[in-house]
């Protein structure tokens, strides 16, 4: 299986959550060291654990993951496509940069991989997507990352049409505020407390991508109890 963003946060507790003797997992994302170190703890409990490092903002570095996943681990039963990044403030101050970049990670990449992957995959495969509830719900300051996230739930939602006649799930999941290292990267403060961890999202996509293969949860918000923070 395929798990983009794992190094870090939700990608990370997905990997820790799909691992086992039986399971072989193809793990990417932009950092090499803590790849490795993941992998190595991994493969001491006995999970076949292949990576790639690399940057998703390029595309011909989606190819060769895609490549890379087809030759090592074939067609994978179950793909996560995880990986995000969120720019923050009044849209006014906001950059191209920021805009290519968000859109290049949150959307493009999974456009790429997904489009990538599909010649490939067999009746029983699950594709999941990690979105966001900003895919459903308006923040002010967030309006790059919203706009990224409604595509991908839009895109996602077409794509569930198109290949349910072949036997392939495609499955959103949305999860509200995470307790992840994206808060640090954006320089906001929110308290944990009144967040998911990343096991919380990581329990409930085990849960929704191994249902028997005549089961499919198209969506799924993921809430804290508390609300919203």
């Known amino acids: 299986m395929l798990i983009t963003g794992a190094s870090r946060g939700i990608g990370r507790a997905l990997a820790r959550a799909f691992a086992g003797p039986d399971r072989a997992l193809f793990l990417t994302a932009r950092s090499a060291d803590l790849l490795a170190s993941l992998a190595r703890d991994l493969a001491s409990h006995g999970t076949s654990v292949h990576w ?22 074939g067609p994978p039963q179950i793909a996560v496509l995880n990986a995000g990044i969120a720019r923050v403030g009044p849209l006014e101050r906001l950059s191209l940069e920021d805009f290519n970049d968000l859109v290049a990670v949150n959307l493009r990449a999974p ?13 029983g495969a699950t594709l999941v997507y990690i979105g966001s509830i900003a895919a459903k719900e308006a923040f002010s300051h967030w309006s790059l990352y919203c706009a990224t996230k409604f595509g991908l739930r839009g895109m996602v939602t077409a794509l569930r049409e198109e290949v349910r006649g072949r036997g392939i799930r495609v499955i959103l999941v949305n999860p509200g505020p995470v307790a992840t290292p994206l808060w640090e990267t954006i320089g906001m403060q929110a308290d944990p407390r009144r967040m998911l961890t990343p096991e919380d999202v990581a329990r409930v996509v085990v849960k929704v991508a191994t249902e028997p293969a005549h089961v499919s949860v198209d969506e799924i918000d993921l809430l804290p109890q508390q609300g919203l923070v």
């Open 52 to 73: 790639l490092a690399g940057d998703l903002r390029d595309p011909a570095f989606v190819a060769q993951l895609a490549r890379q996943v087809l030759d090592t681990v």
């Open 111 to 123: 456009f790429l991989l997904t489009r990538e992957l599909l010649p490939h995959l067999r009746a």
